[in-house]
């Protein structure tokens, strides 16, 4: 028998890295199914072989799920899941349980078991769950998802998939190596917006599109901010509900200040992906994809008024170019943000109307303005109007639409909404509809925008070997500051 007296005592941090480590050659190689599957709803094929019914992978009707991030947009997304009827909350995790925006989720979640840290949910296995929710800070999302994705478990994860370009990149390589289920938060992409723009490009209703504007106007967290700032706001005393240190994960050592938490950390280049990161991906998920847009190969600052290397601009105007596509011309993308900085809008472009199913902003309603949060989609023989979310294309002018009414195809109707999606697809029904090969590339178009904006720069981007050519600092920063020490386990895949 082995003396063990004089081995060296393994830490917490040794034992996690082990356990991602058994992880990544477990479910890399092999998936253990539980003796429950052999008895639950089987595969079902047609005559001619398609998949009728696929075969479920949870033993009851409802998904057992733990949140992660449960404060402010995260208890609106579980309250989402709620409202499926297909899941349970069996855990909650967050690293200020029992603050003002944590409480009421707590208590209407009273029997689901209770963490702080992410790490302890997942290497204690206290609990059994079927499937990780995360709703907290964008820079946040990689680390966790990560965890998750190497423990096996399908997870759900708002948008933008996480902060920085590699990040993503990671993050999608891990999703293919673990061989779990993704759905990244953009819940437009389950309602008709989706399904509307595919049957019109199918059709050829939607066809040489050349470019394309995207706006988002409304009043942000930062506007009205001294734009000479150059250091960070100064140390206030933590909340003692808060563990600031965990809440950091991966980004480096700042003092506590309430304006890096509670959706103030949108704010900052370092911890948020500002309007971009916000709002793209719910105003350009459904063209990105549909058109096979993939990556940009330039990035152009145009307009960046207040540029400040620390936080977001007052007011941006970003041009991506996309090359041709197949049989598509190339497209240029242009992005608008800031009060007062508006797109051209064509002739009988109309009233711009705000979509219904926006949820609540952090600071209250999305107000109501003159050019609500869209898009202007110019193709060669027509023009197309649209929102945000799941708002559906209309065509302009009104002559043109009357036109064309009586050509429009049938537009599918959608079988769930983006979170019964998920539970679906995790119960083996559906597949979801912005897995992360999906939704991995939109999100670092949203990292190469945010890069452009942070360097107050125009980016040459390679998309094969993607790497930025023309900024040596700025293809540095694709990769992000290197994390924190204790964290760098999670960018060993």
Not at 23 to 33: D, K
Not at 68 to 97: H, K, P, Y
Not at 149 to 174: D, I, N
């Amino acid at each position: 028998m082995k003396d063990k007296s004089n081995q060296p005592k393994q830490t917490k941090g040794d034992k996690r890295r082990d356990f991602l480590k058994k992880s990544a050659l477990a479910f890399g190689a092999f998936h253990i199914i539980p003796s429950h599957v052999l008895f639950s709803k089987p595969e079902i094929r047609d005559k001619a072989g398609e998949i009728v019914q696929m075969a479920s992978k949870v033993p009851s009707d409802r998904v057992n799920l733990a949140c992660i991030g449960i404060g402010n947009r995260g208890e609106q997304v579980i309250n989402d899941f709620d409202r499926t009827g297909l899941s349970n909350v069996v855990a909650l995790c967050d690293v200020d349980m029992g603050a003002p925006h944590t409480a009421k989720i707590m208590d209407k979640h009273a029997k689901a078991k209770r963490y702080k840290d992410f790490r302890d949910l997942f290497d204690k296995n206290g609990v059994e769950f079927d499937a990780a929710v995360i709703c907290t800070p964008d820079f946040s999302h990689f680390p966790i998802t990560m965890h998750a994705m190497a423990s096996g478990k399908p997870v759900y994860v708002e948008k933008p998939m996480a902060r920085t370009f590699q990040e993503v990149e990671l993050m999608m390589k891990a999703a293919k190596k673990y061989d779990v289920i993704t759905q990244m938060g953009n819940q437009g992409h389950s309602e008709a917006n989706a399904f509307q723009f595919k049957a019109w490009v199918d059709a050829g209703i939607i066809k040489d599109v050349k470019h394309i504007d995207c706006h988002m106007n409304s009043r942000r967290r930062w506007h009205g901010w001294d734009t000479s700032k150059t250091t960070y706001p100064a140390a206030e005393p933590i909340p003692e509900t808060l563990d600031w240190d965990l809440w950091l994960t991966t980004a480096e050592h700042h003092n506590y200040n309430k304006d890096f938490a509670n959706g103030q950390w949108r704010c900052w280049y370092e911890f948020g992906m500002g309007a971009l990161g916000d709002w793209g991906a719910h105003i350009m998920d459904s063209f990105h994809r549909y058109l096979d847009l993939g990556l940009p190969e330039e990035i152009n600052a145009v307009k960046l008024d207040g540029h400040n290397p620390l936080f977001y601009p007052q007011a941006t105007t970003l041009d991506f170019k996309f090359p041709k596509r197949k049989k598509m011309p190339a497209l240029t993308v242009t992005w608008y943000d800031g009060l007062e900085n508006l797109p051209p809008l064509p002739e009988g472009y109309g009233s711009s109307e705000l979509s219904a199913d926006i949820p609540a902003a952090g600071t209250g309603q999305i107000e109501q303005r003159t050019l609500n949060p869209g898009k202007i989609i110019y193709g060669k023989d027509l023009t197309f109007k649209g929102g945000s979310h799941g708002s559906t294309l209309s065509i302009i002018p009104e002559e043109a639409a009357n036109d064309m009414k009586n050509s429009l195809p049938e537009v599918p109707k959608s079988s769930s909404n983006h979170f019964a999606n998920f539970l679906l697809a995790v119960k083996g029904e559906e597949k979801t509809r912005s897995p992360f090969e999906v939704s991995g590339p939109l999100s670092q178009v949203f990292s190469l925008g945010v890069l452009a904006q942070q360097m107050n720069a125009n980016l040459k981007f390679d998309r094969k070997k993607k790497v930025i050519t023309n900024n040596k600092v700025a293809n540095e920063l694709l990769n992000g500051t290197p994390p924190r020490k204790g964290w760098e386990e999670y960018y060993k895949l």
